[in-house]
C-alpha cells in the first residue's frame, strides 16, 4: 500500500509488509510550525475543536490525501499499522511540537476517548529506573506482554496512537507488536469456547476508573474474522476454567514466533488498529539515568453519519 504525497516519504517497513512507514520531510514540518504556534498545549486541552484545526492544517498542506490515505492503513486487515516520524528532527520540534502532531494525526482518523489515567483526551508518562507504579506500563525491566487497549473501560477503543518524545540511557525496550492473523495460535484459541464467554476487567486505581466491565477476549468483525480485546493484567475470571484459558492465551502469545520487534526513534507515532494488532514493550537494561517519555492517545473511529 504505496502511495504518493507531496512533503512525504512513503514506503514499506523493513520488519513486516503489513506496517506502513511514513517520513515527514522538512517542507511540511516548516509550514506547520507558525498553524501549530497558534495553540498551546492548554488550548488543546481545554478547547477540543482547536485540536481538528491543527489536524486540518496538516490535511490541507497534502490536499487532503494524508487523511484518505491514513484512514485506508488503519482500517485495512491486511496493513492495519503505520509508523509516522518527522525525517529528521529540525531544531525548531519539541514536545510541544510532537504533542501537536501526534494530537493533528489523531484527529484525522476519530475522536480520543478521554484518557481517565491522565484526566486528558491524551497521557503522558515516563519510564524511569525507579517505580512505584501499579501497573506494567512504567516498570521499565519487566517484560510488558502483548495486549490490546481499552479493555477495562465502556468507551469503543478503535485504534491506539503512541508517540515517543523522549529517551535518555535507554537499552532494550523495544516496541513489540504482533498481527491477529500472524499468530500461529489463532485458529485455536479462537475457537475455543471459553473465548467467547465474557469476562470480567477491572483495572488497578491508577487508571482512576471506578467500575467494572465484562467482554469476551474473542469476537468478529464484520467478515467473520477474529478480533480481540485483551490484556494480560486486568482480567478477573469466574472460575478454573477462565483462569486456565487465560493462561494458555498469555503463553501462546509470549510464545509467538511472528512478533514484530523494533526500535522506534524519538519523534516517531506509532498507529495501529486495535482489534487486530496486539502490542506490548521488551524490558529496558537496567540503568539508574534510564529515561523515556511517551504519549498515548487512543479512541474511536469518526462516524460516518
Known amino acids: 500500500m504505496i502511495e504518493k504525497i507531496d512533503g512525504f516519504e512513503i514506503y514499506l517497513n523493513k520488519t513486516s509488509k503489513r506496517i506502513i512507514d511514513i517520513d515527514i520531510n522538512d517542507e511540511i514540518l516548516n509550514k506547520l510550525i507558525f498553524p501549530f504556534n497558534k495553540f498551546d498545549i492548554t488550548a488543546l486541552e481545554?478547547?477540543?475543536?482547536?485540536?481538528?484545526?491543527?489536524?486540518?492544517?496538516?490535511?490541507?498542506?497534502?490536499?487532503?490525501?494524508?487523511?484518505?490515505?491514513?484512514?485506508?492503513?488503519?482500517?485495512?486487515?491486511?496493513?492495519?499499522?503505520?509508523?509516522?516520524?518527522p525525517k529528521k528532527?529540525?531544531?525548531?520540534?519539541?514536545?510541544s511540537f510532537l504533542i501537536k502532531l501526534s494530537t493533528a494525526i489523531a484527529h484525522l482518523i476519530g475522536i480520543p476517548n478521554h484518557d481517565a489515567m491522565a484526566g486528558k483526551y491524551y497521557a503522558r508518562f515516563h519510564v524511569k529506573h525507579?517505580?512505584?507504579?501499579?501497573?506494567?506500563?512504567?516498570?521499565?525491566?519487566?517484560?510488558?506482554?502483548?495486549?490490546?487497549?481499552?479493555?477495562?473501560?465502556?468507551?469503543?477503543?478503535d485504534w491506539l496512537l503512541m508517540s515517543k518524545l523522549e529517551e535518555k540511557n535507554a537499552e532494550g525496550g523495544e516496541t513489540v507488536i504482533l498481527h491477529l492473523d500472524d499468530w500461529e495460535h489463532c485458529e485455536e484459541l479462537f475457537n475455543d469456547p471459553t473465548g467467547?464467554?465474557?469476562?470480567?476487567?477491572?483495572?488497578?486505581?491508577?487508571?482512576?476508573?471506578?467500575?467494572?466491565?465484562?467482554?469476551?477476549?474473542?469476537?468478529?468483525?464484520?467478515?467473520?474474522?477474529?478480533?480481540i480485546s485483551y490484556i494480560d493484567q486486568f482480567p478477573e475470571p469466574k472460575n478454573m476454567k477462565q483462569g486456565v484459558f487465560l493462561q494458555k492465551l498469555s503463553d501462546n502469545l509470549e510464545e509467538s514466533k511472528n512478533k514484530i520487534i523494533t526500535k522506534l526513534p524519538v519523534g516517531s507515532t506509532i498507529v495501529a488498529n486495535n482489534y487486530f494488532w496486539l502490542h506490548g514493550r521488551k524490558p529496558f537494561e537496567k540503568d539508574k539515568n534510564l529515561s523515556r517519555e511517551l504519549l498515548r492517545i487512543r479512541g474511536k473511529f469518526f462516524s460516518k453519519n
Open 46 to 85: 481545554y478547547k477540543p475543536f482547536t485540536r481538528f484545526t491543527i489536524a486540518k492544517s496538516l490535511d490541507d498542506l497534502t490536499d487532503n490525501k494524508l487523511s484518505k490515505f491514513l484512514n485506508k492503513i488503519i482500517k485495512d486487515r491486511e496493513t492495519g499499522c503505520f509508523i509516522i516520524k
Open 130 to 157: 525507579e517505580d512505584k507504579s501499579d501497573s506494567y506500563l512504567r516498570k521499565a525491566y519487566t517484560n510488558m506482554d502483548l495486549h490490546t487497549d481499552g479493555t477495562y473501560v465502556k468507551e469503543k477503543t
Open 89 to 95: 528532527l529540525i531544531s525548531k520540534i519539541d514536545e
Open 196 to 227: 467467547k464467554e465474557d469476562f470480567i476487567w477491572g483495572s488497578p486505581k491508577s487508571k482512576n476508573i471506578s467500575y467494572k466491565v465484562e467482554h469476551p477476549v474473542f469476537s468478529v468483525d464484520k467478515n467473520e474474522k477474529p478480533e
